[in-house]
């Protein structure tokens, strides 16, 4: 599993995520790699119907209804969005919501990553038994240098925290991964995958990329 997070790049703005969803389901598609791409909210009905799972990048714990700018999972779902991150570095959510969403994911059959900085927050969180745990040192986000080679122990540490917990939860690594390397050092050190960003976005050719980062993963 790979997750592309567009955060609120230019790069992704318009039809450019239709062009960047359309190539993700190929490469999916030929290479039998699960890639989902995370969209920002305004562009996320834009590509449910282009066979790769979609995530919000953001959801909330809170009702339908009256409830304006939130984002609701119920209503997600409907729209066929697959799941969410839950608590990005850069949008982070107290505990008692993380908990609560973690469950309403899980009873609405929508896939849940929840994103932590440090051991402390993935030996937590795992307990939940999210589909994902997503470890990310703030530091090295939109860095250029990967996490699985800057610092492995913090990968190796987080696995073992997600193993455990018991369940059925699976380690994904990110920050500042730009190379089919750092995928695959990700790997070797026992994640099931990553969750990347700027390497893919910013990238002058998206096809050669995420081939790349695809390749690294088999
Ligand atoms: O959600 C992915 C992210 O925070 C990592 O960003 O740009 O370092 O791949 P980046």
Redesign the pocket.
């Known amino acids: 599993m790979f997750i592309i ?1 567009c955060k609120n790049y230019q790069e992704i703005s318009g039809d450019n995520i239709v062009k960047l969803a359309k190539i993700t389901g190929k490469i999916s598609k030929k290479y039998k790699v699960k890639i989902a791409l995370a969209p920002p909210n305004h562009l996320l009905a834009k590509i449910t119907n282009l066979s790769v799972p979609v995530l919000a990048q953001h959801v909330d714990n809170t009702n339908m209804g009256s409830t304006t700018g939130f984002m609701i999972p119920e209503l997600l779902k409907a729209s066929k969005i697959a799941g969410s991150l839950i608590n ?3 949008h982070r959510i107290p505990s008692t919501d993380i908990k609560q969403l973690v469950l309403r994911l899980r009873k609405l059959k929508m896939v849940s990553v929840v ?1 932590v900085k440090n051991i402390v927050e993935a030996q937590k969180y795992a307990k939940l038994n999210p589909n994902y745990i997503a470890i ?1 040192p703030s530091e ?4 250029g240098k990967a996490v699985s080679k800057e610092r492995p122990e913090l990968v190796t540490k987080a696995v073992v925290a997600v193993k455990n917990a018991n369940n059925s939860t699976k380690l994904l690594c ?4 730009v190379a089919g390397e750092d995928v695959e050092k990700a790997i070797q050190l026992g994640a099931k995958g990553i ?5 893919i976005i910013k990238a002058k050719n998206w096809e050669k990329i995420i081939v790349e980062f695809t390749k690294a993963m088999i």
């Open positions: 997070n990005h570095s850069e994103c990310e090295l986000i939109g860095s990110g920050a500042g991964i969750l990347v960003a700027s390497g």
